[in-house]
């Protein structure tokens, strides 16, 4: 099984929503990533969680939240979120120290 | 930090000849070289990668190519077919940082 899976696929919130994104795997890999894509764009890295540990970049605002309750899922936590946050937000996982990342199909946002 | 250019950002070809896209790095430290396709509305998905101690890897139409000294690696599509056409992005990352960094992309289209 190669799949990293997503839900929900698409979804839509105001400004003042709080909402989580989902992204499990059963690959058995321990590091986990979110990106965001806008259109045209490639992906960019938001947070890694690798080695028991998360990495931020540090130009991601604090409305986007992580969380990684174990080494299959990773979650998104969103927050008063601006229209421009709108774009596909990606997950993917890999083998530590193997670099082949795999992704999921995307959560297509779009704040209101 | 790592920083990875991409060119062409378009290219158009007819159905049966070869594509070249080609990509230059900025961290020599970089050591784990990926290409994506993805095609729209869809997630990127792992084509080909390459490891800084191979000079070139080929698999059946696709190969690529990796020049340590000029810190730059190419994708080669030979016997291009329609369906070859969606947006290709090559990556970088270091073995153990887990951080890929995307080129620009090539909206590689190709003409019946």
């Known amino acids: 099984d190669t799949e990293v899976t997503q839900t929900p696929k698409h979804l839509v919130m105001g400004m003042t929503n709080k909402k989580s994104l989902k992204c499990e795997q059963h690959m058995g890999h321990r590091a986990m990533y979110w990106y965001k894509q806008k259109a045209k764009k490639p992906p960019e890295l938001m947070f890694v969680?690798?080695?028991?540990?998360?990495?931020i970049n540090e130009s991601v605002p604090s409305r986007f939240s992580p969380e990684c309750p174990n080494s299959s899922l990773l979650n998104l936590h969103l927050h008063a979120l601006q229209p421009e946050d709108s774009a596909l937000y990606l997950c993917?996982?890999?083998?530590?120290?193997?670099?082949?990342?795999?992704f999921g199909p995307g959560t297509r946002l779009t704040v209101l | 930090g790592e920083n990875v250019e991409q060119h062409p950002s378009t290219l158009s070809v007819q159905e049966g000849d070869s594509a070249v896209i080609k990509c230059t790095y900025s961290d020599s430290a970089s050591n784990y070289f990926p290409w994506y396709k993805q095609e729209l509305g869809k997630r990127p998905q792992l084509i080909i990668d390459i490891r800084s101690n191979v000079g070139e890897k080929k698999d059946q139409r696709i190969a690529v190519t990796l020049n340590k000294t000029a810190k730059h690696f190419s994708l080669h599509i030979t016997e291009t077919q329609p369906e070859d056409s969606a947006v290709y992005f090559c990556?970088?990352?270091?073995?153990?940082?887990?951080?890929?960094?995307f080129g620009t992309g090539t909206r590689l289209t190709i003409i019946p």
């Open positions: 993917a996982s890999s083998q530590e120290g193997r670099g082949k990342q795999y």
């Open positions: 990556a970088a990352l270091l073995f153990g940082n887990e951080k890929l960094t």
């Open positions: 969680y690798s080695y028991e540990k998360l990495s």
